[in-house]
């Protein structure tokens, strides 16, 4: 029988020999759920590596359809894709499960409401973020504090990206950096900036790398710090959030309120660059720019 034939650990060898995985991380990582939230430029990077790693259920959930614009940047999709007209979610599915035929794919082509996301996001064990709005982000932050499933933050534009891996209960959530989401109009996207695919590969792989520590029962190598990239200049940056944690206030995992989960709140940021957008506050023009994010810090301690 060849080794392709039985779901063992076979074809997973190279990464089993690298010592933090090993058999037992491997073994974890096939019993692992994880909800990949957008498949778009983030996402695909996202749900291709899991699925090579072998993270035995992966549940996609995008709205859109591939167009040739994504090509660029989102891995996962071809020309073909392009003339089938295909939900993204299903042409996903369909391209993993030629990668790896052992391994769950569900495929749900939705948007990411309050009405759902309980339901999308019941039985997994992380969360995903290849999302494009700051709404979907906020909703994802309520039901990680809320059922305790950490989540792990991606985004970019140009050529700048971050990530923020939540772990409710142990570090700042997405509210504790972004109380408010930003007025219609002050984000740009996409259509506006522009996007590297090099700055997409990086953020997701990072985004994947931490999820795999924690499925693989390493939570506690994780990143505790907002990570940033500027790869067209050359800089990355690591910003210790803990003291906006610790100063208490934050409505989501200080308070234990869910005005998002709830549907009492709604996000009022513009989507520029369409359906298929990649969106961010970058750091240098966001409403929370770094200066004053450092200020904040020094002035809590």
């Known amino acids: 029988m060849s080794q392709f034939d039985t779901p063992d650990l076979e074809r997973y060898i190279r990464q089993v020999r690298f010592a933090p995985i090993g058999v037992e991380g491997q073994r974890r990582l096939l019993a692992a759920r994880v909800l990949v939230c957008g498949c778009g430029a983030l996402g695909s990077v996202l749900a291709n590596t899991l699925a090579r790693a072998g993270v035995g259920h992966l549940r996609i959930v995008d709205r859109d359809f591939v167009d040739l614009t994504n090509l660029q940047r989102q891995v996962l999709y071809d020309e073909a894709d392009v003339r089938s007209g295909l939900p993204k979610a299903v042409a996903a599915k369909s391209h993993l499960e030629r990668i790896n035929s052992h391994i769950r794919i569900e495929a749900i082509v939705a948007d990411v409401h309050h009405g759902n996301v309980l339901e999308l996001a019941d039985g997994v064990d992380v969360i995903v973020d290849g999302t494009d709005n700051f709404e979907t982000r906020y909703l994802l932050n ?160």
């Open 142 to 301: 309520d039901v990680s504090v809320h059922l305790g499933i950490p989540w792990i933050y991606g985004g970019c534009i140009g050529a700048v990206g971050q990530t923020m891996t939540i772990l409710p209960g142990e570090t700042p959530c997405f509210r504790c950096l972004h109380p408010e989401p930003p007025p219609p109009g002050a984000v740009e996207t996409c259509d506006s900036a522009g996007i590297l695919g090099p700055i997409v590969n990086l953020v997701a792989s990072v985004q994947a790398c931490e999820a795999m520590k924690i499925l693989a029962g390493h939570r506690d190598v994780t990143s505790r710090v907002l990570q940033m990239f500027e790869l067209w200049d050359n800089r990355c940056r690591q910003i210790r959030l803990d003291a906006l944690r610790e100063a208490g206030g934050c409505e989501a995992c200080g308070r234990r309120e869910f005005p998002w989960l709830s549907g009492q709140r709604a996000s009022h940021s513009a989507v520029l660059c369409g359906r298929n957008a990649v969106q961010l506050s970058p750091p240098d023009r966001s409403e929370l720019p770094l200066d004053a994010l450092e200020e904040k810090l020094r002035g809590i301690g």
